[in-house]
C-alpha cells in the first residue's frame, strides 16, 4: 500500500546582515566636536541596537578631507566590501562618505554591483532604493559645491595673511610660529648653521644628510632626511630673517596639490619680518656655491634627457618612504639594470637597509600580479597605484582597484642569471689569470 510521509521544511534562520560603519572628520576643529572616539562608540551602540545586524568594523579617518579617495580606512573598508564580509554600510552622511561627486558615484555603483548597500543617517537615505543615486547625485554636487566655497574662503585667509607680510605656516627646522610672529628655536637653530657651515666647507647635500642622520638629529616633519631636504633649507632665504610668501599655490580644491608658482599668483616680499638664523651673506654665499656645484656637474655630465623607465614613480622603499629609481650595474659588460632606493644608494645600508631589485625579477612578479605576458608603461599606470618594497625579498602591490597583492620574490643563483657572454668574461678572466700564473713560475 502506497504511503506518503510529509517531511516539514525546516524554516530559514534570519541572516544576520554584516554592517560597516564609516566615520570621517576633517579637521582638529571638526575632531574637538565630533571626535573620532565619540562617534566610534556612537556606531557600536547604534547597531547594537538592532538585533539582526553584526558589527564588522568602525573604519576612521581623521584629518583627510572627503575630496580625495587617498583615505587609508576608506580604502580598507573598499577592499573588505570586495572580499565579501560586508553586506551594508552606515555613515553619518552623504559628506562624511564623500566630497567629491566622481568619488561618490563611482563607489556607490561598485557596491550597488556587489549587492552591499550603503545607509545616510541624516538624509535617511539607501543609496540600494530605485530613486538612492539620484539623490545621492543631487546631494554629492552640493556638498562638492560646498567644498569649493570652503577652499575659495581658506585661499582667501592665506591671500589676506600674505598682503599682510604674515607666513601661513610657522613650522620649520630653527623656528616656531607664536603669536604672529616666527621664534627662534636655539638648538633647532644650531642644527641649520651646522648645516649652512659644513656645506660651505665644501660637504655635499647627501654628506650633511649622512652625518645628521648619524648624529641622530630627526627633520622637522619625522621624515628621513636626504639631499633634497638639505637643499630646501640651504635655498630658504627665511632664515636671513626675511620671507617670500605665495612661492606654491594650490590650482584644484579636489586634489589639493601645491605647484611652484611662476607668477600664476602674486609673490610677496617681506623684509626683516623676523630674528635671522643665517647672516645675508653667508646665504648668498651658499648660493653661489649651489650655482656653481650644479654648473660643473652640468659641465661634466654626458647625460641625454631619456623617457620614463618602466617603473619610474611606483616603486617605494618601506624603510624610508623614498620612490625607487633605476640604475645599471656593470653596464658596459652585462647591461643589468637593478632598482634601489635613493638613501641606499647614496648613503648606504647603514642609513637605508633596503635592497636591490633586479629588473627583471622586477617584471616577472608584476606580470604574475596583475595576469599578464607583455608588461608595458600604460599598462602599469593603469592597473598599478604603488609598489611598496616592505622588507627583504618582499613586494606589496596597491592597485587601482584598491586590491592589495603581497608576492615574494629570491635572487637568481649564478647559475640562472648568468648570460652566455657573463660566462665567457668569466672563462677568459680564468685563462689570463692561469697565463700569468704560469709564466711567473
Known sequence: M???????????????????????????????????????????????????????????????????????????????????????VVTKSVTRFARNTVILLETIRELKRLGIDCYFEKEDMHSISPDGELLLTLLAMYAEEEARSASENQRWRIQKKFQNGEPWVGKMLGYR????????????????RQIFTDYLSGMGQHTIAKKLFLQGVRPDNGNAWSGSSIRRIL???????????????????????????????????????????????????????????????SSNSTKTIKPYHLFHGLIYCGYCGRSYGHHRTNAKKYDKSVWACPTLYVMGKDICPSQRIPEDILIEKTKEVLAVDELDRDTLLTRVRQIIVPAHNRLQYLLVDGTVVDAEW???SRSESWTEEMREAARQKTIERWRKERKNE
Not at 534562520?13 to 556612537?42: C, G, M, W
Request: aromatic share 8%; proline share 4%.
Open 2 to 88: 502506497l504511503q506518503i510521509e510529509e517531511i516539514p521544511a525546516k524554516p530559514k534562520e534570519p541572516k544576520k546582515i554584516r554592517v560597516a560603519a564609516y566615520a570621517r572628520v576633517s579637521s582638529d576643529k571638526d575632531a574637538a566636536f565630533h571626535s573620532l572616539e565619540a562617534q566610534t562608540e556612537y556606531y557600536r551602540n547604534y547597531v547594537s541596537a538592532h538585533p539582526d545586524w553584526e558589527l564588522v568594523s568602525i573604519y576612521s579617518d581623521n584629518g583627510i578631507s572627503g575630496t580625495t579617495i587617498k583615505r587609508p580606512e576608506f580604502q580598507r573598508m573598499l577592499q573588505d566590501c570586495r572580499d565579501g564580509k560586508i553586506d551594508l
Open 177 to 192: 610660529f607664536k603669536d604672529g610672529n616666527l621664534v627662534v628655536i636655539p638648538e633647532e637653530a644650531a642644527i641649520v
Open 235 to 297: 635655498t630658504n632665504e627665511a632664515y636671513t630673517g626675511n620671507l617670500v610668501l605665495q612661492k606654491t599655490f594650490c590650482p584644484d580644491f579636489r586634489t589639493k596639490r601645491s605647484q611652484i608658482n611662476r607668477g600664476e599668483r602674486a609673490i610677496y616680499h617681506v623684509s626683516n619680518s623676523h630674528e635671522a638664523i643665517i647672516d645675508q651673506e653667508s646665504f648668498d654665499a651658499v648660493q653661489t656655491e649651489l650655482q656653481a656645484r650644479a654648473t660643473l656637474r
Open 410 to 412: 629570491r635572487h637568481r
